[in-house]
Each structure stands twice: as structure tokens, then as C-alpha cells.
């Protein structure tokens, strides 16, 4: 595939969105307040926490497993996503950098690269695609999803939003190409050269460019955020991981199933660091009604600001129960003044060719369990307020180093451990790696499917999928297939 000008080009734009790094990962910077005048700047991760980090040093972490030095420098990345941007939304409330990014509409509607401003933080209410994705991929939906009372988006920091909005070189006299348009990368599909390898059918790479003396160094990085309803009166429950043995459902543990939630109090003046303690009855009579199988004879309560929170007005009340009506979904109804909760966000960035993965899920007090998927160990002091209530797990491999056949198993139990007709296959033994890497788009399907085609997920992760990196063939699932560079929001979010 050709080179276009988009890195060469988006090196000067990012200047708008990025400033020098600086070496050390532990210092704890003062964040750069942006004036703001009603309207949003997507701004990227600032200096001091190691990113965009080294190339090549990431990747000798990954091939090693040196799971100390992914661990920290997963962490520093949620310490740097999650800072205080300086800038807040309409109503006043302070955004952490990432929520100044762009969102899928945003991005997907061409409403965001250089120079544009967000009115608002991009929050594009949408049933999760891991509990659709063989649904689309058969053209129909059959059931609602499992676990219908959470709903999630994409955000892209500035460089990726720059990358997905720009036109692509690529094969044939149908190009150039544009990766947000479903016609277009079927014409990219359609346009490799019978004699192309399949390790050779792929679009261009997400943006890298590390920081020197004289520019800025950026990233490309995706988001997905899972949200919550918790109402602004009453005690809302909210689902607890505690490991699949803690779910009415221990082979599909989804939210819903879980026997252990925290009753979050919006009126409570406590701080992020007060623990969930043991509810009294009187909270528990004030207790919301909600579609989950908590113990209500068990339930904890704990403050509002124990987990990250925006308070919706009535276009994202009224975006959140369409969404709920449109699947037979029982996440609760929404009016302007709820909030909005996070309870999990996975998080990925192009600092290796294959990226780095890493998710985040609500965990206040102790850890789950035997710390499955993740825990709160190694979380450096960057991290601040409610982020710290976050638990984590890190995918820099497919297994643990290029020397061991053991998989790495890395998943958000709020959004990979429905097992259904429509959902994926393993999610409780998954890693983000595999999953994202058979992340294709192909041409028109026949019958009713959707116009665009992609690979299922795969059914199980008992071994490494190739992709050709190395010695070992490409699988031979990718064949007819372009890949999009293991970012499966392309075929996903495609108009």
C-alpha cells in the first residue's frame, strides 16, 4: 500500500492538541487549564505521564511480559486520560481529558478534526457491539442483548479522530478512502489486486509519532466507555463485580446477574475514598428499583463521588431511553438531572503496531476476588479521586511473552461476560488481542445482511491468532478480508 501525506500532515496539526513530553513517567504535572467560552477543545493526554511512550521499549515489555512495567505505565495512561482538562461542560462540572474527545457521532458525522470544538462532551448513547456483534453480523436481531441496562460509545483523542476522518491512500482508481464510510471500504475491499497477500489487505496504520526535542509526540487512541443510570433521588443500586461465583449466573455473568450492589447516594457528601460500608435499613427502604439480583439484605452504600458521574440533560435522557426502548432494555428511565455513571472503559492505543489494550472497571473497596480479571495492584500515586476506584487488567500480548504458550485472559466483566445467540462466544476467558485483531470489513453480503461484512469473533482463545508478523502464515480466516488495524469501531461505526 502507498504512503499518503496524512502523517507527515497530522504532525503539524496535532500541535493544536499535543505539547512536548517530557522522559519521567511518575511526576504528577499541573494540568494546563484551556479557556473556555461554552464550547469544548479535544485535547490529548498531556506531558508527564509517559505517553506517548517508546516504541520499541513497550514492545520489549510486551515479547517479555514484563507485567511490572505494563502494569505502570497502564496506569500512568489512566492517570493521564482522567486528569483535570481545565475545561468544563455546560453546566460547570470539570472534565477529565478524555471527555473531551470526540465521540462516535462526532467523529463517524465528520463533526470533529483540526480546529472544531465539541458543544458538549460527545456521549452517544448505544447498546454495546459485543452483545450484537453476531446479530449484525447475521443481519438481524433476533432478542434483545442480555444485558440491556448498560449502554457505551466510542471517544477518539485527537490524533485518532484526525487519522479516521482523513482520506487514505490505497489500492485501484477508487481511492483515495475513508474509513468512517461503509461504500468506501468496500471499495477498498473490492479494490486489492487478485495477486495482493492477505497480510498485504489492510488499511493504513493508526497514527504513532514519539516526542522529540522540536514536536509534540501523539498516539492514536480509542475508548469505550459503559454507562450507568443512577437516579438523582433515592439510592440507585449499582452492579459489584466479585468474580463470576458472585453472579445468580456463573457461566454468563452479566451485571444484571450479580448478587452484590453498592447503593450510590447523589446527596451524600462523602469522598471518593469512603469504601462501600454495609447499608442501614432506612437506606435500603429508599433503595431505586432496578433489574439486578443484588441481595438486597446485602446491599453496601457508598457516595456518589466513589465513581465518576456526569448528570445528563434532556437530550441524553431522552437519547438513553430510546436506546432502552428500542431493545426491550431495563437500564431504568431517564430525566434531565440523573446521572450517568462509568462503570468500566476499555482503552487501547497504537504505542506498539499491535496497540496496547487495558480496561478499567468500578471497583471501590477491596479487590475482587482473587483478583480476576484485574485489581487495583501497582496503581501509581498519578491516580487521583474517583479513578482510583477503578480496577484494571493489561493485554500487551496475545500470551504471556513470545516465549510462553499460557493466554493472557484480560476482559470487562460489564461488557464481555454475556454467553448468548447474539453476544460473543468466551468472553470470561478473552483478551483484547485477539478480539480486535480479526477487526475486518468486506463487501456487500448476500440476502438480507448488512452491506458491510466483518469476521465473527473468535469462538475461543486457547491459542494465538496470527497475523502475520512473523514467521507463521496469516490465518487463513482473514482471507477476502481487509483488516482495520484491530480497531473494530471502523466496521462498527461506518455510515
Request: with cysteine; net charge neutral; proline share 12%.
Amino acid at each position: 500500500m502507498k504512503t499518503s501525506s496524512f502523517a507527515s500532515a497530522l504532525v503539524l496539526a496535532l500541535t493544536l492538541f499535543a505539547s512536548c513530553q517530557k522522559p519521567s513517567t511518575v511526576e504528577t504535572p499541573k494540568p494546563v487549564p484551556v479557556a473556555t467560552t461554552g464550547v469544548i477543545t479535544p485535547t490529548d493526554i498531556p506531558p508527564g505521564y509517559g505517553y506517548p511512550g517508546d516504541r520499541a521499549q513497550i514492545q520489549a515489555w510486551a515479547d517479555q511480559w514484563a507485567i511490572a512495567n505494563i502494569t505502570q505505565h497502564t496506569w500512568d495512561m489512566w492517570a493521564g486520560m482522567t486528569a483535570d482538562s481545565g475545561q468544563t461542560d455546560p453546566d460547570g462540572s470539570k472534565l477529565p481529558y478524555w471527555e473531551t474527545w470526540c465521540g462516535t457521532a462526532d467523529v463517524f458525522g465528520g463533526n470533529c478534526g483540526q480546529g472544531k470544538t465539541l458543544a458538549r462532551p460527545g456521549r452517544p448513547f448505544r447498546v454495546p457491539s459485543q452483545l450484537t456483534h453476531i446479530a449484525r453480523l447475521k443481519g438481524l436481531l433476533s432478542s434483545p442483548p442480555p444485558d440491556t441496562q448498560v449502554v457505551s460509545f466510542n471517544k477518539f483523542n485527537p490524533s485518532m479522530a484526525q487519522y479516521l476522518n482523513a482520506q487514505h491512500a490505497g489500492p485501484g482508481t477508487a481511492g483515495p478512502y475513508n474509513y468512517t464510510s461503509s461504500s468506501s471500504l468496500i471499495s477498498l475491499n473490492n479494490a486489492w489486486p487478485s495477486a495482493t497477500p492477505t497480510v498485504a489487505r489492510k488499511v493504513e496504520e493508526a497514527p504513532y509519532q514519539p516526542a522529540t526535542p522540536g514536536a509534540p509526540g501523539f498516539a492514536g487512541i480509542e475508548t469505550k466507555p459503559v454507562i450507568f443510570l443512577v437516579k438523582a433521588n433515592g439510592l440507585t443500586p449499582m452492579p459489584l463485580w466479585q468474580g463470576p461465583s458472585g453472579s445468580t449466573n456463573p457461566t454468563a455473568p452479566t451485571p444484571n446477574t450479580w448478587t452484590t450492589c453498592v447503593l450510590l447516594d447523589p446527596t451524600s457528601t462523602g469522598g471518593p475514598d469512603v469504601a462501600p460500608i454495609p447499608a442501614t435499613p432506612q437506606q435500603i427502604a429508599q433503595a431505586v428499583t432496578m433489574p439486578y439480583a443484588c441481595d438486597k439484605t446485602k446491599y453496601l452504600y457508598a457516595p456518589l463521588a466513589t465513581i465518576y458521574s456526569f448528570k445528563m440533560n434532556a437530550a441524553e435522557a431522552a437519547s438513553w431511553n430510546t436506546v432502552q426502548q428500542g431493545v426491550g432494555g431495563s437500564g431504568g428511565t431517564a430525566a434531565a438531572g440523573d446521572y450517568g455513571v462509568l462503570g468500566g472503559m476499555h482503552v487501547n492505543s497504537k504505542e506498539i503496531v499491535d496497540w496496547t489494550w487495558q480496561t478499567f472497571y468500578w471497583q471501590p473497596g477491596p479487590d475482587t476476588p482473587n483478583g480476576f480479571p484485574g485489581s487495583k495492584a501497582g496503581m501509581t500515586a498519578n491516580v487521583k479521586g474517583p479513578w482510583r476506584n477503578y480496577a484494571s487488567c493489561s493485554a500487551y500480548n496475545q500470551t504471556k511473552g513470545n516465549n510462553s504458550t499460557e493466554m493472557v485472559v484480560c476482559f470487562n466483566p460489564f461488557l464481555e461476560t454475556a454467553v448468548s445467540p447474539t453476544s460473543i462466544p468466551d468472553g470470561l476467558q478473552s483478551n483484547c488481542v485477539s478480539c480486535h485483531g480479526v477487526a475486518t470489513a468486506a463487501g456487500t453480503s448476500p440476502g438480507n445482511g448488512p452491506p458491510l461484512t466483518f469476521l465473527p469473533y473468535p469462538p475461543n482463545y486457547q491459542k494465538p491468532i496470527s497475523f502475520g508478523e512473523g514467521s507463521i502464515p496469516i490465518d487463513p480466516r482473514f482471507n477476502g478480508f481487509t483488516r482495520t488495524d484491530f480497531s473494530w469501531a471502523i466496521p462498527s461505526n461506518a455510515q
